[in-house]
């Protein structure tokens, strides 16, 4: 944390503008020394005002007598602790080319800077306290947010949302903790302890909310990587055709040769800022042909492991349980989501509306679509269904909070000390275990915000990050 660091902050390429980030108690004196107001040999040394944009050169003076121009730029510098991460920054907007930021990049590391690790800025931003653990989180979540929802999530967790909910899980904790503290280390002033009514009331409501967070976690899972939709159906149903239609591209290869797709194929796709997996398969038979059966094992794999089942079909054939199973077995399709898809409803004419296929009553519930992957009818009114069906019962809107699976797995934690808690409450264990339960919740809780988090958890956290931020 002594010495400065520096790195390209902007991604590697050509583009308008090009930013390295300089951070440490060097920071204002490396520059001063690379950079000057006008072209020529330098004059005066000039000088930085935090949080005043100043223009001039980079210079590379390796021979004072013959300074070299490398770039016309701008320079930002800002004091600590009015900084991103709390100490001296200076950031310099260069073109943004690979070699004219790469040698800005050498001259500052020459004066002595030290390249910076991945994340090492944000990390000192969080060691400098100026960001709890979850706000660090929350910076890679936004540069890494494939979707609109995904941003929202990110940005409220930056502004420190789901620090605050954490703090108010904590405190009534704290409270319960200091009163069996004293009742231990002064046992001749303090009555003997017993949980008040009103206690025991915050402790119910912090498990309440725990669980409820993790719930959150849950069902924004979907949101964050992407709801996987898996389409199934008999071989030339026009599965490929309708993956094509989704993606309006040219993914999957269609032919009138049943048995086409074998390898499953995946590829993202946002609809209405949700982030959706679509899945091609094999399409599902009886075969003896040993490369459709591993294909057809892999398609049943993703069926079982899908959110959404896009359940294909063409007229004139006929809805059956017993095929039907084959490809969603019963206890899957209860907790599934499934839609039918007819497709091929332009050969409708052909066949006339008899040759529908119809669900069994067993299934009446089932959503039913009807498509022609072959003209792109019915496409829009399946994506809008395919929402529909996917968001219906997710209780994100109420809160923008959603935590990730490092701190559902803390939350976790915590929910099973207080549990252990509240046997012991129930059972009149003595306030020595009673506090060792209660000191362990509160600092898993810790772990999540950064408080008592240990450097193995931070190392993971930061060396996620890419360098420069
Ligand atoms: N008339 C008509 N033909 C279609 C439609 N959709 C697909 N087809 C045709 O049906 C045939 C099979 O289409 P695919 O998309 O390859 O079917 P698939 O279900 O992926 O087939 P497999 O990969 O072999 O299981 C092709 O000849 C398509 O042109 C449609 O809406 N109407
Ligand atoms: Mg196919």
Redesign the pocket.
């Known amino acids: 944390m002594n010495d400065t660091i520096a790195a390209i902050a902007t991604p590697y390429g050509s583009g308008g503008i090009g930013v390295i980030r300089i951070s440490g108690p060097r920071a204002f004196e490396i520059v001063t020394l690379l950079f000057s107001t006008t072209q020529g040999p330098k004059k005066i040394t000039p000088v930085l005002v935090s949080h005043r944009v100043r223009h001039g050169f980079i210079l590379d003076n390796s021979d004072p007598a013959t300074p070299q121009v490398i770039d016309e730029v701008l320079v930002i510098p800002m004091q600590a602790p009015r900084s991103y991460t709390a100490e001296d920054v200076v950031e310099i907007q260069a073109h943004s080319g690979t070699i004219v930021l790469k040698i800005i990049l050498e001259l500052v590391i020459s004066q002595g800077a030290r390249l910076s690790e991945p994340g090492e800025f944000t990390k000192r931003a969080f060691l400098n306290q100026r960001i709890d653990l979850t706000q660090a989180e929350a910076v890679a979540d936004i540069i890494n947010a494939r979707s609109a929802n995904s941003l929202k999530f990110a940005s409220s967790q930056n502004r420190g949302e789901l620090n605050r909910r954490i703090q108010q899980l904590r405190a009534p904790l704290i409270n319960l903790l200091s009163r069996l503290e004293a009742s231990i280390d002064f046992p001749d002033e303090v009555e003997t302890f017993e949980i008040s009514p009103d206690e025991r009331d915050q402790l119910d409501q912090v498990m309440e909310k725990s669980k409820k967070f993790i719930q959150q976690h849950d069902d924004a899972c979907f949101l964050k990587d992407g709801i996987r939709v898996a389409i199934c159906?008999?071989?030339?149903?026009?599965?490929?055709?309708?993956?094509?239609r989704l993606l309006e591209q040219d993914k999957?290869?269609?032919?009138?040769?049943?048995?086409?797709?074998r390898d499953p194929i995946e590829e993202g796709l946002n609809i209405n800022g949700i982030p959706f997996v679509i899945i091609?398969t094999?399409?599902i038979h009886e075969t003896d042909d040993l490369v459709e059966i591993i294909g057809i094992e892999k398609a049943k794999d993703h069926i079982a492991t899908a959110d959404l089942i896009l359940f294909?079909i063409?007229p004139g054939s006929v809805f059956s349980e017993k095929e039907f199973q084959k490809m969603i077995p019963p206890e899957e399709n209860l907790e599934k989501k499934i839609i039918m898809v007819i497709?091929?409803?332009?050969?409708l004419q052909e066949h006339g509306n008899k040759d529908l296929p119809q669900l069994t009553p067993a299934h009446a519930k089932i959503p039913v679509v009807k498509?022609?992957?072959?003209?792109n009818?019915g496409i829009k009114q399946l994506k809008e269904k395919i929402v529909e069906t996917c968001i219906r019962d997710l209780s994100l809107e109420r809160s923008a909070v959603i935590p990730n699976l490092r701190h559902k797995k803390a939350l976790e934690l915590t929910l099973s000390f207080l549990e252990s808690v509240k046997t012991g409450l129930a059972q009149g264990q003595e306030e020595e275990t009673l506090a060792i339960d209660m000191k362990n919740s509160i600092d898993s809780l810790g772990t999540i915000t950064g408080e008592t988090a240990s450097i193995d958890i931070l190392d993971t956290i930061f060396n996620n990050f890419c360098i420069g931020k």
């Open positions: 159906g008999k071989p030339n149903v026009g599965k490929s055709s309708l993956m094509n999957s290869i269609i032919t009138p040769v049943p048995g086409t797709t091609d094999a399409g294909m063409e497709n091929k409803i332009d050969l498509i022609s992957a072959l003209l009818q």
